[in-house]
């Protein structure tokens, strides 16, 4: 852990100390009938100077709960995307990776025989090429690094349309039985496939001619940048709350998914709170993980359980080694998520490596499209991708309802 970072979880340890000291203050007020206006003042600076910091907790948290499934996605990308009609397989990587970045630069025209030779037509209607292996590796992890729900999640990799999941869809119960007495079937068990699609979506960049014609502008390095922060936008919300229809499903919007009251049609509760960590089995609750936005935290800093002690810890708290946590659980920020209101879903909570599935469907095509912005001396790109999302066991997560 670098030096700026242990400095950081101290800042917020000490910043947080504070934090609790004004925050005492206010309830104190409160229950005196006292006007809160300046310790409201006070503590807006501090989760100001709170939430700079949050930045790099949502990092290591990630970087943590992440770290074997990133390396995990990527390895099998690379097995997959080398499988026969792959578009790969025949290719020498640094003449594709040539040919692709001069097809970026100078279009089709541009490329004489071999490299023409190089590229492969990835899909009929579009006219696109396929971004060569390496790319969509660089690309999903950064898109892995953006995307929240991705680093708590269960991800897979295919090169096929859709993956089809096992899933139990009937059980039995064990019996007893005396030594020497007859043992019936126990019949029940049933397993069904589910089937979860890939679902089309797309980013747009558009680059000036004149960088394009610089052979030092790093044309690669720009696109991906691009492409992986929309690509991350798009599925940030999709995941959350997608409906399913040509997208993927949000866990948010699964009706299977159960949901605790808050106890309040305005507020979180610190009680609230706990009863969702306690009604999802223990399995699940070991490697549980809360998510909400930051609004939402802003308003969990301020809990107290009914012991008076703070719901929310900062890592210094725990060892300075660790991330922040709620409840002694960890808690990815996701911008999408509800922001706490009458009859709102603002928090959920549990083990989405169990509950979510993303699946990433590898191929990646790009288009150059040189006239819709030549106008404005611009080259268009436009990448295709496809990824689906699910949940595949409902009952690993819950979700905070606010009171109606």
């Not at 709170?50 to 290591?60: F, G, V």
């Not at 706990?274 to 802003?298: C, M, P, Q, W």
Request: charged share 25%.
């Amino acid at each position: 852990m670098s030096e700026d970072v242990k400095n950081a979880i101290q800042e917020m340890g000490s910043t947080f100390e504070e934090f609790k000291k004004v925050n005492d203050e206010r309830l104190e007020a409160i229950e005196k009938g006292e006007s809160t206006a300046y310790v409201d003042e006070k503590l807006a600076k501090m989760e100001a100077k709170m939430d700079s910091y949050e930045d790099i907790n949502q990092k290591l948290t990630i970087a943590e709960q992440n770290a074997e499934n990133i390396k995990s996605q990527l390895d099998k990308l690379e097995t997959v995307v080398k499988r026969p009609n792959s578009g790969f397989e025949s290719k020498q990587v640094d003449e594709y990776m040539e040919a692709f970045d001069k097809y970026c630069r100078k279009g089709i025209e541009g490329l004489d025989a071999v490299e023409k030779k190089a590229l492969t037509v990835s899909n009929d209607s579009t006219g696109g090429y396929l971004a060569p292996p390496e790319y969509i590796k660089e690309l999903l992890k950064d898109i892995t690094e953006i995307s929240p729900i991705r680093s708590i999640a269960r991800v897979r990799s295919t090169g096929q349309r859709s993956v089809q999941i096992p899933k139990r869809t009937g059980t039995f119960s064990a019996a007893w039985v005396a030594e020497s007495g007859t043992r019936s079937e126990t019949t029940g068990y049933t397993v069904g496939l589910e089937e979860l699609p890939a679902h089309e979506h797309y980013a747009l960049v558009d680059i000036s001619e004149q960088d394009l014609e610089d052979s030092v502008f790093d044309l690669e390095a720009e696109m991906q940048s691009e492409f992986s922060t929309q690509f991350a936008k798009a599925e940030g919300t999709a995941f959350v709350s997608g409906n399913a229809v040509g997208k993927p499903e949000g866990f948010m919007t699964n009706s299977d998914v159960s949901s605790v009251d808050s106890g309040s049609n305005s507020a979180i509760l610190a009680d609230s709170l706990i009863s969702l960590v306690h009604n999802i089995k223990s399995d699940y609750g070991r490697n549980g993980t809360f998510v909400f936005n930051r609004s939402t935290l802003a308003a969990i800093r301020k809990l107290k359980d009914t012991a008076g002690q703070y719901v929310f810890q900062t890592g210094m708290m725990l060892g300075g080694n660790m991330v922040n946590t709620i409840l002694g659980q960890p808690y990815v920020e996701a911008t999408d998520m509800p922001s706490i209101a009458q009859n709102a879903f603002p928090v959920a909570f549990g083990d989405f490596s169990k509950a979510y599935m993303i699946v990433d469907r590898v191929s990646l095509a790009v288009l150059r499209d040189p006239f819709t912005q030549a106008t404005t001396g611009n080259v268009r790109y436009i990448a295709r991708k496809r990824v689906g999302g699910q949940v595949i066991i409902p009952e690993a997560i819950n979700k905070l309802k606010i009171t109606a």
